[in-house]
């Protein structure tokens, strides 16, 4: 017996007339339709839904795939919407915020890259707003206030049209339905929260793979890296900052008969829109390893710069046997490096991990360590030391991030110094050391001196008198002063 139950074979009779109005009401409505959308919006094709390429075997692809293209079709239905309302009137709404497919793709600027800053843009989805109301209408005994039930209800109505499009509300106040206020409420905060969802899913996409974050020059040189070989993939995107944009590649076969290839590599791309270096050419300019340079050059060229620094200061660092990444090759402002971490999944900065208060204790003398050799063997000051770039790693920490890293004779070096002691001394003290240094001690401790300020503003002074000095003795002597340990060490900079 089927488990079902027996079907139901009752046949409906249904006469000629029944029929042919069904028909007639079918052409109505199509006839209707053309005329409500007289042109189908041409829904663009991406890469995604041509057949040859497209990869089936990934299950996440394809559900991508599928959303995208429902997404496509939203949108056109949107736009369709979008040219209903308009008709020909003069002034036109756009709903263009709606939009489900970003288009990036229309992007023309070739030569900038404009990427967002994840680290801080909370997508904040823009409030409707509702109009002012008044508190009442009326005068004496017929006044009515807006608590007033009919009136409420039909204004809480009427305020269901400004969620977003595709939230359907009905012909609620072609009805004249009234809401409730907690019914009104409770659609609200789901029509938000919908609205906030397809944001989040929205973003997402736009993060999800490398390509998009980069502009096409940047996308072709990090495709002629997978071409050559010398990356196996790269698999996305690790950091996106105000300056740089981090990859996370797999590496492929040696670049070089002499140099191998990490087995996972860490691609920084120097972000080529000039505003926010801005604010830091006294990192560079003053450095005489570059000053010749940095004259004459045009801005694109100082971004590469930024790039080469990095390298040049990496490789002092490895030199020294300081943890940090490895640089594997340098193409104009692409730094491909060691990757720090494991399975795609990057060490974490020391500010996100928690520490036994035995490892605080050994990254703390580990890092004083590192300063001093940095600054002794290395002949650098970091100048952008804090537990934002320093990684734990293997039971260690590692530096990264030294692009801005300076002599300590730079005329702002000790001034960065010190900055590096005051971010560094804090944090060990905040995580519990009883023996970090204060930041002044920290100072002397890396650099030498013996200042005995005792308060932050003589220190600061002192630093300055310092920095001083040396640039009087260099204008006069053209040469560091001596008390400068790293006298006589030949500029690395000579390619
Ligand atoms: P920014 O100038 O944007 O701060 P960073 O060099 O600090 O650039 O890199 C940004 C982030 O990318 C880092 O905080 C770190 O999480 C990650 N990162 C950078 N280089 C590496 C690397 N070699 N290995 C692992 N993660 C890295
Ligand atoms: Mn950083």
Known sequence: ??????????????????????????????????????????????????????????????????QMEFDREYDAQLRREEKKINGDSKVSISFENYRKVHPYDSDSSEDEVDWQDTRHDPYRADKPTTTPRRGFIGKGKDITTKHDEVVCGRKNTARMENFAPEFQ??????????????????????????????????????????????????????????????????TGCISTGKESVVFHAYGGKSATEDKVMPPECAIKVFKTTLNEFKNRDKYIKDDYRF?????????????????????????????????????????????????????????????????????????????????????????????????????????????????????????????????????????????????????????NAVSGFNITADNEVDFQAEIEALEKMNEDHVQNHGKKLSMFSSDGD????DE
């Open 291 to 443: 000053k010749d340079r940095f004259s004459k050059l045009n801005p694109r060229k100082i971004i590469r710069m930024w790039a080469e620094k990095e390298m040049h200061n990496l490789t002092r660092m490895q030199n020294a046997g300081i943890p940090c990444p490895q640089v594997v090759i340098l193409k104009k402002h692409v730094l491909v490096m060691s990757f720090i971490g494991q399975d795609q999944v990057p060490a974490p900065k020391l500010k996100d991990v928690t520490l036994s208060s035995e490892d605080m204790k050994k990254a703390y003398y580990q890092t004083l360590n590192m300063m001093q050799q940095l600054y002794k063997e290395c002949n650098l000051v970091h100048a952008d030391l804090s537990e934002y770039n320093m990684l734990w790693h293997d039971g260690k920490v590692w530096l990264i991030d030294v692009s801005q890293s300076v002599e300590p004779t730079h005329p702002h070096g000790l001034e960065f110094l010190f900055r590096d002691c005051r971010n560094v001394s804090q944090f060990f003290q905040k995580g519990g050391v009883a023996e970090a240094l204060n930041e002044r001690e920290l100072f």
């Open 1 to 66: 017996q089927c488990p079902w139950g027996a079907p139901n074979t009752t046949s409906i009779s249904c006469s000629l007339a029944d029929v042919m109005s069904e028909q007639l009401a079918k052409e109505l409505q199509l006839e209707e339709e053309n005329a409500a959308f007289p042109e189908v919006v041409a829904v663009a094709e991406g890469p995604f839904i041509t057949g040859e390429n497209a990869d089936t075997s990934s299950d996440l692809m394809l559900a991508q795939m599928l």
């Open 490 to 493: 030949p500029p690395i900079y």
């Open 169 to 234: 509300v009905g012909d609620g106040i072609g009805m004249d339905l009234k809401l409730s206020n907690q019914v009104f409420n409770a659609l609200k905060q789901h029509a938000y929260s919908e609205e906030r969802r397809s944001a989040r899913l929205h973003e997402k996409k736009e993060h999800s793979t490398a390509e998009k974050a980069v502009d096409p020059k940047t996308r072709l040189l990090l495709y002629k890296m997978v071409n050559a070989g010398m990356l196996e993939t790269i």
